[in-house]
């Protein structure tokens, strides 16, 4: 099955591609042991799709990085 790109889905294939994402990261953050405060999704464009990642401290930062940097890795 062909995937579309972001900018030819329907509004609501975005909506809800958007909503799949932020479960599937979230289970993955957690999973990682990593929790992103203000994850969620970007209701003031709900059109487009987005997922807020949002701010986190330092440490946060580091954790997401390391799990990044082992998958992309490899290790």
Do not use: Y
Request: no cysteine.
């Amino acid at each position: 099955m062909p995937t579309m790109r972001a900018d030819e889905m329907a509004p609501a294939t975005k909506e809800q591609a958007a909503e799949e994402a932020l479960a599937e990261l979230r289970e993955a953050l957690t999973a990682a042991g990593i929790q992103l405060p203000s994850l969620r999704l970007d209701l003031a464009s709900p059109r487009l799709g987005l997922v807020v990642l949002g701010a986190v401290n330092a440490q946060t930062a580091r954790a997401l990085a390391q799990v990044v940097r082992r998958e992309t890795h490899g290790a």
